[in-house]
T-cell receptor, first 118, second 111 residues
Framework: EAGVAQSPRYKIIEKRQSVAFWCNPI?????LYWYQQILGQGPKLLIQ????????DSQLPKDRFSAERLKGVDSTLKIQPAKLEDSAVYLC????????????????FGPGTRLTVL | GESVGLHLPTLSVQEGDNSIINCAYS??????FIWYKQESGKGPQFIID?????DKRQGQRVTVLLNKTVKHLSLQIAATQPGDSAVYFC??????????FGAGTRLFVKA
């Protein structure tokens, strides 16, 4: 089974520029997550999708960050304009279980995109 | 806000010894806890999980202990190997929603 795919793996931009990240989850996984991981910290959830609907985006800086999962499969995360503090690894994860389930909801992570904002 | 935290940022152990990584959580409503392993340049990888109705769960060479009284979680790795060197995160989940990660503990295994 193929894992979660992310691209690009690395991106360097200058502040105020725009950037987009792409994620393709494991086939059939209904739930998709975007996390931001700043160096030395644990991942922080930015947004969670259930199929093509948003479940939680409470920690997404909506003035500059946006994400979509139009067909309920792959997803893009965009930052416009980028700030220095956005330098981090952006992780995408997917899980097979939906909400309100008693079955453990293991998340499978992609390798991440390392963003450097200069 | 409530968060998951770790007692020690780094842990160094001798190959073959047992490792214990500790974690404190503050949300008494959390009902599901997970340990992840993250190697350099990779995303976190699921190791083991436990639900709040249990106090111990064992996997292959790993054991998770949950003490709800003091809101404490630990990961025990038996016979630690060089391949176990990584950052370990505990995470908590409430009702199937948002997963909150702790800051992580880096484990060094000395040969």
């Amino acid at each position: 089974e193929a894992g979660v795919a992310q691209s690009p793996r690395y991106k360097i931009i200058e502040k105020r520029q725009s950037v987009a990240f792409w994620c393709n989850p494991i086939s059939g996984h209904a739930t998709l997550y975007w996390y931001q991981q700043i160096l030395g910290q644990g991942p922080k959830l930015l947004i969670q999708f259930q199929n093509n609907g948003v479940v939680d985006d409470s920690q997404l800086p909506k003035d500059r960050f946006s994400a979509e999962r139009l067909k309920g499969v792959d997803s893009t995360l965009k930052i416009q304009p980028a700030k220095l503090e956005d330098s981090a690894v952006y992780l995408c994860a997917s899980s097979s279980q939906g909400l309100w389930t008693s079955v453990n909801n293991e998340q499978f992570f992609g390798p991440g995109t390392r963003l450097t904002v200069l | 806000g409530e968060s998951v935290g770790l007692h020690l940022p780094t842990l160094s152990v001798q190959e073959g010894d047992n490792s214990i990584i500790n974690c404190a959580y503050s949300n008494s409503a959390s009902d599901y806890f997970i340990w992840y392993k993250q190697e350099s340049g990779k995303g976190p990888q699921f190791i083991i999980d436990i639900r709040s109705n249990m106090d111990k769960r064992q996997g292959q060479r790993v054991t998770v202990l949950l003490n709800k009284t003091v809101k404490h979680l630990s990961l025990q790795i038996a016979a630690t190997q060089p391949g176990d060197s990584a950052v370990y995160f505990c995470a908590e989940n409430t009702g199937g929603f948002k997963t909150i990660f702790g800051a992580g503990t880096r484990l060094f295994v000395k040969a």
